[in-house]
C-alpha cells in the first residue's frame, strides 16, 4: 500500500470509529456544536455571544513538540471547553498528527481558488 | 532590560513576521515579499530572517515568541464540523487532516528551525486569532481607549468580535462564531462571480459600483437573518464549505438562478448586481456592529482589524455614520497584521510593558506601516552597476522631484521606489506606480498596459493632507488608504449622463467623472491616501512639487507590481516590473531609469504564466 492511500485509510478509520458515532449523536439531537440555519422565528434579539474561555480569547502557552504533549493539551482544550465527553478522541488524533508529521508533508504555496482558507 | 518580542503569522493566508522592541515596532513584512508568491500561506522563514536583520539581534535576544492563533481551536472546529456534518464531511476531512495535523500544530518545530533553536527560557506564547487582530488595531492606534471590531472569514472558531481596548488591556465582549461569517459570507459571493477566493474580494468591492444592489432583500430573506444589533446566523442550506471545497453549493445557484460565472469570462449586469447586493449587506452588517460596538463601550473611538475590515468602501460608510468621532483602521488588517497583533499582546498583555508614547500625542505607533527593508543608495548603485542598466543620479532632492512632477505633468507613469517598504496590502508610496489623476487616458493605460488586469479596477489617488477638503468631501487623514469617500461635487462632470442598464463596462469606464477622472470610480468616490511630510517624507514631496508644477495636489497610486505578483521589494523586483510592462520611468531612490534606455530585456520567466491570475 503507498503512502497517500496509507494515510487516507488512517484518517478514514478515525473517522468511521470516532467522528460518525458522535455524528449519529447530533442526529439524535443529542449533541450540537452550531446552529445550522437560522430561526427566524425564535424571539431572539441576538446572535451575539460571550467568548467561552478567557484563556483561549487572549493567549496561552503550549509546550508542543511530541505526540503525548499533543495530546496532553487537547485533553486540557476540551475540559476548558466543557467537552470531556470528546476526550477519547485525543490519542488517536495526537497519534495521527505524529503520522503526518513523520512524512515531513510540505505545504503548498497555494492558496484553494474556490474555498477560503481555514483548515 | 528591553524586551525584544517576535511575532509570527502562518499557515492559511498572508504570512508574516513583525519584531517590536517593548513598546515599538521595529520591523514587519508579509513572506511574500520576500518569496513572491502571492499571499504566501507558509512558515515565513524569510520575514523572520529579515525582522532579526532589521533588529540587529541574534535570535538568543527574543524574549518570546507570539504566534497569532490557537492551532488547537482550529482543530477543534475541524473535529466539530466533521461531526456536525457526518458521511458528507469526509472528503473534505481527508483534505484538511494532513495539512492541520501534519504542519499547523507543529509551530514550535518551524520556530526552531527558523531561529536554530529555542532556549530553555525562550516561549512560545499562542494568542487567540482575534485577539490579535483586536491587539493589532488597538494597541498602535492613537487612542487611550477605544471600541475594537474585528471581523474576517474565520480565525480558530470567531468570525466577528466586538471589544474595548483601554490603556494596555482589551477585552473581547461579544462574539459571532463559525460557521456563521460575515468574511465567507462575502468570500461566497466573490466564487460565485467568478473571483478567485482570498484575493478576488477587493475586486468585487470594485465592482460593486457598476451594478443595483437588486439582491439585497434575497439576501437577507435566505441567506443571512441580520438582527438589529448586526449579530447573523448565515442559513447553511446555501453554503457548500461544511461539507466541501467550494464556497456555495447547488441551493445557492439555484437562488440567483445560475451557475457562477467562469473566471476570466465576460462580466456582466448580474455579477455587477450581486456585487452591489452583497456590498449592501455587508455595508448594513458593519454599521449595525458599529452601533452595538458603540453601544457596549460608550467610546467616542473605533478600531478595527480582520480582513473584513480592508472593504474600505464599507469603512467610509461607517465613518459617515458618524457613530464615533475618530476611526483608526490597522493597514494590515488581514493575516499579515496578526503577527503584530500577536507580539503586541506578548507586550502589553503578558509583560505589562506601558503603550507606544506616540499615544499620548495622539498618534498612531504604525510609522505609516513603512516596516519592512530599505535599500541605501550604495547597494542600489552597485546593483545597477554589476548589471550595466543605464541610468541618472538626482542626488539633490528638490531637482529629483521637480524632474518627476514635469514627467507626471507629460502623462509618464512612474515606478516609485523609495524608503522602506509597505507592511500590509496598499503600496503607501514607498513601492508605488504613480501618474497623473487629470489625465483621463489613466486608468484605463495602467490596467491594460502596466498592471494587466480588469479594466473595471479603480485606481487610488494619494493627495497632500491639507488639501484633502478640496478634492473630496472627506474631513480626517487617511494615510492607509482605508477609506472611500466621494470626489467633491464641484468637481464632478457629466451629472446628468442617463445610465441605462449595461452590459457594456468599457463605456461606463471611459466616462469622464470629474477633473480627476483616473481616480473617480464610477460612483462618484475615490479610495483616498492622504500623504503628509511626518509619515512620508519623499512621497509627500514629490506630491508637493506636482502641485508646484501643475497647481494639482492629486495623483495616481497603485502598487508596484503587475497583476498576480506581489508588490516588489528589491530594487531587482522594482527593475523586472519596469521591463514586463510599460512604464516609462523608475526611480530607485536617488537613481532614474528610462525604460526606452534599457537593454533589451530577456525575460528568464514567462511571468504572466508564472504569476496566476488574482
Not at chain 1, 19 to 32: F, W
Request: net charge negative; glycine share 6%; charged share 25%.
Amino acid at each position: 500500500m503507498n503512502s497517500t492511500k496509507d494515510s487516507e485509510k488512517r484518517i478514514e478509520a478515525f473517522f468511521k470509529k470516532y467522528i460518525l458515532p458522535l455524528h449519529q449523536e447530533v442526529k439524535d439531537g443529542k449533541r450540537s456544536h452550531f446552529q445550522l440555519v437560522p430561526d427566524r422565528t425564535a424571539a431572539k434579539d441576538s446572535y451575539f455571544e460571550k467568548p467561552k474561555a478567557k484563556e483561549l480569547t487572549y493567549f496561552t502557552f503550549y509546550e508542543m513538540s511530541s505526540e503525548e504533549e499533543l495530546k496532553d493539551n487537547l485533553i486540557k482544550l476540551w475540559e476548558v471547553l466543557g467537552d470531556r465527553q470528546i476526550d477519547e478522541l485525543a490519542a488517536s488524533l495526537a497519534a495521527l498528527a505524529s503520522h503526518f508529521k513523520a512524512k515531513q508533508i510540505e505545504q503548498s504555496d497555494e492558496l484553494n481558488p474556490y474555498i477560503y482558507a481555514m483548515f | 532590560m528591553s524586551k525584544y518580542i517576535l511575532g509570527i503569522s502562518a499557515f492559511y493566508h498572508d504570512s508574516a513576521a513583525c519584531i517590536i522592541k517593548d513598546n515599538v515596532i521595529i520591523a514587519a513584512a508579509q513572506e511574500e515579499r520576500f518569496s513572491r508568491k502571492k499571499h504566501d500561506p507558509r512558515f515565513p522563514f524569510n520575514a523572520i530572517n529579515y525582522c532579526l536583520e532589521e533588529a540587529f539581534i541574534e535570535p538568543e535576544e527574543i524574549e518570546l515568541i507570539c504566534f497569532y492563533d490557537n492551532p488547537l481551536l482550529t482543530w477543534d472546529r475541524v473535529v466539530k464540523n466533521a461531526v456536525m456534518v457526518g458521511e458528507a464531511g469526509l472528503d473534505v476531512f481527508q483534505k484538511a487532516l494532513p495539512s492541520v495535523l501534519g504542519i499547523k500544530v507543529w509551530v514550535e518545530d518551524y520556530v526552531k528551525k527558523a531561529l536554530g533553536t529555542l532556549n530553555e527560557n525562550q516561549k512560545i506564547l499562542y494568542s487567540g486569532h482575534h485577539a490579535s487582530h483586536a491587539a493589532s488595531a488597538f494597541f498602535p492606534s492613537p487612542f487611550k481607549e477605544a471600541a475594537i471590531i474585528t471581523v474576517d472569514g474565520v480565525g480558530e472558531w470567531s468570525t466577528t468580535t466586538i471589544g474595548y481596548g483601554n490603556d494596555t488591556s482589551m477585552e473581547i465582549l461579544s462574539e459571532i462564531n463559525y460557521p456563521h461569517s460575515l468574511g465567507l459570507l462575502y468570500s461566497a459571493f466573490t466564487y460565485y462571480c467568478g473571483f478567485r477566493v482570498n484575493s478576488g474580494e477587493y475586486k468585487l468591492m470594485g465592482l460593486a459600483p457598476y451594478g443595483k444592489p437588486k439582491y439585497v432583500d434575497l439576501i437577507l430573506d435566505n441567506l443571512i437573518d441580520l438582527k438589529e444589533d448586526g449579530s447573523y446566523i448565515l442559513n447553511m442550506d446555501y453554503f457548500g464549505y461544511l461539507e466541501s471545497l467550494t464556497t456555495t453549493n447547488d441551493n445557492f445557484h439555484r437562488l440567483f438562478e445560475g451557475p457562477p460565472r467562469q473566471p476570466e469570462s465576460r462580466i456582466t449586469q448580474r455579477e455587477m448586481d450581486l456585487a452591489a447586493s452583497i456590498q449592501r449587506v455587508i455595508e448594513i452588517a458593519v454599521i449595525r456592529i458599529g452601533k452595538t460596538a458603540q453601544k457596549l463601550t460608550g467610546s467616542k473611538n473605533l478600531v478595527m482589524a480582520g480582513g473584513v475590515a480592508l472593504n474600505c468602501v464599507a469603512n467610509g460608510k461607517l465613518q459617515k455614520e458618524k457613530i464615533f468621532d475618530n476611526i483608526w483602521v490597522q493597514p494590515a488588517a488581514g493575516d499579515a497584521g496578526g503577527a503584530l497583533g500577536a507580539a503586541l499582546i506578548g507586550a502589553h498583555l503578558h509583560y505589562k510593558i506601558p503603550r507606544n508614547p506616540m499615544v499620548e500625542k495622539g498618534k498612531d505607533s504604525q510609522s505609516g506601516s513603512l516596516l519592512g527593508p530599505k535599500f541605501s543608495d550604495q547597494e542600489i548603485k552597485a546593483f545597477l552597476d554589476r548589471n550595466d542598466y543605464p541610468y541618472g543620479e538626482m542626488p539633490d532632492p528638490k531637482e529629483k522631484y521637480q524632474v518627476l512632477a514635469s514627467h507626471l505633468d507629460e502623462g509618464k507613469i512612474i515606478g516609485f521606489f523609495a524608503g522602506r517598504m509597505e507592511f500590509g496590502p496598499r503600496a503607501l508610496g514607498a513601492r508605488s506606480i504613480i501618474g497623473d489623476a487629470r489625465n483621463a487616458a489613466m486608468q484605463s493605460k495602467m490596467n491594460l498596459k502596466i498592471k494587466y488586469r480588469e479594466s473595471f479596477r479603480p485606481f487610488a489617488p494619494s493627495v497632500l493632507e491639507e488639501d484633502c477638503q478640496k478634492y473630496f468631501d472627506f474631513d480626517e487623514a487617511s494615510p492607509y488608504m482605508l477609506m472611500v469617500a466621494p470626489v467633491h461635487k464641484d468637481r464632478l462632470k457629466n451629472l446628468d449622463n442617463k445610465r441605462e442598464e449595461t452590459d457594456n463596462l468599457i463605456e461606463l469606464i471611459n466616462e469622464e467623472r470629474s477633473d480627476i477622472p483616473a481616480v473617480t470610480h464610477v460612483d462618484y468616490s475615490a479610495r483616498i491616501q492622504t500623504v503628509n511630510g511626518e509619515y512620508n517624507k519623499p512621497y509627500f514631496d514629490l506630491i508637493s512639487a506636482f502641485k508646484e508644477t501643475t497647481d494639482s495636489s492629486v495623483i495616481v497610486n497603485t502598487s508596484f507590481n503587475v497583476r498576480g505578483e506581489p508588490i516588489v521589494c528589491t530594487p531587482n523586483d522594482a527593475y523586472v516590473c519596469l521591463m514586463r510592462t510599460e512604464m516609462d520611468i523608475l526611480v530607485l531612490e536617488n537613481f532614474i531609469l528610462y525604460k526606452e534606455k534599457q537593454p533589451e530585456f530577456i525575460d528568464k520567466l514567462n511571468w504572466k504564466d508564472t504569476y496566476e491570475l488574482d
